[in-house]
Each structure stands twice: as structure tokens, then as C-alpha cells.
């Protein structure tokens, strides 16, 4: 028997609205700023929840001198495509890019996330 039915990522920040626009824009999900914390919901339920913190100190990648403790993955079909729209959304390209297969960026906050093949 499941303890719960559905996680809701909670993803600190300096502030929750600009950060659900931008996640909500990415993901094309439903946006509700009009709270702390904000949201971003896909028509099945599944949700992530951005609470604003004072004092917010965005991770650093991949030095641990502020661990980044998570990232998302985003599938994408077309890694140039989907490394536009991001950038033109607020994103910005990292420079330390490890891989051929994803490419890491940081959300306007400074969360890393991968926008990785499918």
C-alpha cells in the first residue's frame, strides 16, 4: 500500500512567481502566482511548488561549495530547439557541459537542470 499518491517537488527561491512563470512556460503547465508558494500543474496532477526564501543562496555546479541537493531532467526531442526556448525564456547556459546526450543550464534562480535526448 503507498504511503502517498502523487511527490510535489518543492524548490526554494527568491521569487516564487518569476520562477513558476518560467517553469510553467518551459513545461507548459497551468501557473498559479497569485500565492507563496506558486505553482506549476500538468493536466494530470503533477505539480512543483516554488516557495520564496529571504536570504536565498542559489546552488553552484559543480563546485559543492553550495551543493545543488537536486535538479530536474527535462526530456526534449531536439536539444537546439529546446536550448533556444529556454535561453528565450530566462535560462542560462552553463559552462561546464559533461556530456553529448543533455546540456545543463541554470533557471533564473540558479537551479541547474538538464534539458536531456528522449
Not at 493536466?43 to 511548488?49: D, L, R, S, V
Not at 526530456?75 to 530566462?90: C, P, S
Amino acid at each position: 500500500m503507498a504511503i502517498a499518491r502523487m511527490p510535489l517537488l518543492a524548490i526554494d527561491c527568491p521569487d516564487s512567481g518569476a520562477l513558476a512563470r518560467f517553469y510553467g512556460a518551459m513545461l507548459d503547465w497551468k501557473i498559479d502566482d497569485s500565492t507563496d508558494p506558486a505553482s506549476v500543474c500538468a493536466e494530470n496532477g503533477q505539480c512543483i511548488a516554488f516557495h520564496q526564501v529571504a536570504d536565498y543562496t542559489p546552488p553552484t555546479w559543480p563546485s559543492q561549495e553550495q551543493p545543488q541537493q537536486m535538479h530536474l531532467d527535462m526530456l526534449v526531442d531536439d536539444l537546439d530547439a529546446a536550448e533556444a526556448a529556454v535561453i528565450a525564456l530566462g535560462a542560462t547556459r552553463h559552462p561546464d557541459q559533461p556530456g553529448t546526450s543533455f546540456r545543463v543550464f541554470l533557471d533564473p534562480a540558479g537551479h541547474p537542470f538538464c534539458l536531456c535526448l528522449n
